[in-house]
């Protein structure tokens, strides 16, 4: 392993003060490198998880290579199935975030404090390149982050300054085997074209040592970007029934970037997702918002956006959150905590059309849209509770304020 890539890892580790460790374990050889390294300097505080897609017909022999590995290194092994895809819609897109969800909740419910990934100097150097190739702007070539959170969990890339071959040195010298990914050969797959294209660009000095160089000075440059624009929540954003509240003419005086940046975040928070919404309709947005209005309301990104002449206004959708439903003591749609009386037949849902049988909803003042979308609690197909509708019931529903979203702004 390269002296640099080996310190920028031990300092990494060093600065996680964590009682329990994750690691996400795929049997690749780097996630492999990650748990042999990270068992190192954690020892007995770590557990290792894989999650195993049920899409190829090697993957619960890989899984069980996993856990074998861990039976010798003394470190507790989980393997989470996901058997939702139906067939439809982009599979590499849906495997991930669903990978992201089962591995946050088993974090959850193990107490651990973070999950590492295997995220190699590889793998950000390829993310770049597929973004170059999507004409993406600061944030999308600033490449992947070595630190985020998802579903309320704090994932960590401590690999990101490692080569892949520096991992495979590593697991050779202990005579460990990994699994080979026969998907990583499948042109199909826009990582693997990117994968292939860096031999290419090499006599260009373009490789992956320079490629996750570009990433890391955008990436000081997206956190600059990113405290402005916290710094310009903090002045001018209001937090209104769980909605972003945006001044329009001081949104439209902000450079684009900044005024970007802070569409962009909203529309994340307001609907707790990992992905920021596609730029296309981003810049749509951006120029509704900018010229006379013709369209007052546009729907993206999960999130209604309302237009008037002095504000832009950013909330749920109503129809993102009409199956959604959880316990009363869990958290609803990624952000919404309720407090009162809890019962083991009540749970939370969106109030909706229910918001007839709240008389005093109009004396809230709040747009109806944002009170279809609002947490509710019920018992069957009773209504017990609507805070945001004037119907307390003993219940107070509580979500982030502008500090929270602009700290976001910087996180995310």
């Known amino acids: 392993m390269t002296h640099d890539g080996l310190a920028g890892l031990r300092l990494a580790l060093s600065r996680l003060d964590l009682r329990r460790l994750g690691v996400a374990v795929s049997g690749g050889s780097d996630s492999l490198g ?118 309320g969990t704090r994932f960590l890339r401590p690999l990101l300054n490692v080569s892949r071959d520096d991992l495979r040195d590593e697991l050779r010298a202990r005579n460990v085997r990994w699994v080979d990914d026969p998907s990583n050969q499948d042109e199909d797959f826009e990582r693997v074209r990117a994968r292939k294209a860096m031999a290419a660009l090499a006599s260009l000095g373009i490789d992956s040592a320079t490629l996750s160089r570009v990433a890391t000075q955008l990436g000081e440059a997206r956190r600059a970007l990113s405290v402005v624009a916290a710094d310009w929540v903090e002045k001018q954003a209001k937090i209104i029934g769980g909605d972003v509240v945006l001044d329009r003419t001081a949104l439209n005086a902000l450079p684009a ?117 609002s947490p509710s609690v019920w018992r069957g197909e009773t209504l017990i509770a609507a805070p945001h509708a004037g119907h307390s019931g003993g219940w107070e529903a509580k979500t982030g304020d502008k500090s929270d979203f602009a700290a976001y702004l910087i996180s995310h």
């Open 257 to 373: 970037e900044l005024s970007r940046r802070i569409l962009s975040g909203a529309l994340r928070w307001v609907a707790s997702e990992p992905y920021p919404p596609r730029s296309e309709p981003l810049s749509e947005l951006m120029a509704a918002i900018r010229r006379e209005i013709d369209k007052p309301r546009v729907t993206l990104h999960g999130c209604l956006v309302s237009i008037t002449d002095m504000t832009v206004r950013i909330g749920r959708e109503p129809a993102a959150v009409e199956d959604t439903r959880t316990p009363t003591d869990a958290m609803w749609d990624g952000r919404w905590c309720m407090t009162g009386p809890h019962a083991h037949d009540l749970e939370i849902r969106a109030l909706g059309e229910a918001v007839k049988h709240c008389p005093d909803w109009r004396a809230t003042k709040l747009p109806r849209a944002t009170l279809l979308a």
């Open 34 to 151: 990650l748990l042999y390294l990270v068992h190192g300097h954690f020892g007995g505080r770590i557990l290792a998880v894989t999650v195993n897609h049920r899409l190829r017909p090697d993957a619960a022999s890989e899984a069980l290579h996993v856990a074998r590995i861990c039976e010798r290194l003394g470190v507790p092994h989980t393997v989470l199935e996901w058997q939702a895809w139906d067939g439809r819609g982009n599979l590499q897109d849906q495997a991930r975030r669903n990978r992201y969800a089962l591995i946050a909740d088993w974090a959850r419910e193990q107490d651990i404090g973070a999950v590492a990934l295997g995220h190699t100097l590889d793998d950000q150097a390829e993310t770049v390149l597929m973004r170059l190739a999507r004409a993406s702007g600061v944030d999308g070539l600033s490449g992947m982050r070595a630190e985020f959170v998802a579903h």
